[in-house]
């Protein structure tokens, strides 16, 4: 399944096969976000590591996000029974990311000996390292995507991260009343 090059994420939709279309695409619009949040945090944490100034993180942070970069992630497999969409992230594209949207100095650094013995070292000891509790952090600030429902994520640490996010299908029902007749149904239960 999972190898040292990269994380897998998993993302689960149990119960019916049958999912509509817009299911459909709320189930990969989940993945795509789950997976660009994972690249992103992590590409911050190598900056950080690599011991980039503030300012410069802060620039090619922002420029990552606001350009929105496509983060090349791998879709490994789709299955439909309970629908599992399984990503992969290599360990690589966040070098990738971080090459074409560096701020130029961060660039000037990268060819610096001392600069790639530490980056070699990230990629070795420390991505993906708690990776879990990010996703878990983002389903707190994410949890929705359409009807789905970011329910559970399990997972485990490298050298072979695999994180699944379990999500649930959540019928939103709108009921339209006023004031008034919910108080009288109040009311009348109030009194039997």
């Not at 072979?160 to 009348?188: A, C, H, K, Y």
Request: charged letters at 30%.
């Amino acid at each position: 399944m999972a190898d040292s090059t990269g994380l897998h994420l998993r993302f689960i939709l149990d119960g019916d096969p049958d999912i509509s279309p817009a299911e459909f695409v709320a189930l990969f619009q989940c993945a795509e976000d789950y997976t660009r949040h994972v690249a992103e945090k992590e590409s911050l944490a190598l900056l950080e590591d690599l011991q980039i100034p503030v300012e410069q993180r802060l620039t090619t942070m922002k420029t990552l996000v606001q350009k929105q970069a496509p983060i090349p992630a791998e879709v490994v497999e789709v299955r439909r029974g309970s629908w599992v969409v399984d990503i992969l992230l290599p360990s690589a594209a966040l070098i990738f990311v971080l090459k074409e949207y560096v701020h130029p100095a961060v660039k000037q650094a990268w060819d610096e000996s001392g600069m790639r013995d530490q980056l070699v070292s990230f990629m070795r000891d420390r991505v993906f390292r708690g990776v879990k509790k990010q996703i878990e952090a983002h389903a707190i600030d994410k949890p929705r995507f359409g009807n789905l429902e970011v329910i559970r994520v399990d997972g485990q640490e490298p050298p072979q991260p695999i994180v699944e996010i379990r999500l649930e299908r959540r019928t939103i029902i709108e009921v339209r009343t006023n004031d008034r007749d919910l108080i009288d149904d109040f009311l009348s239960r109030l009194r039997h």
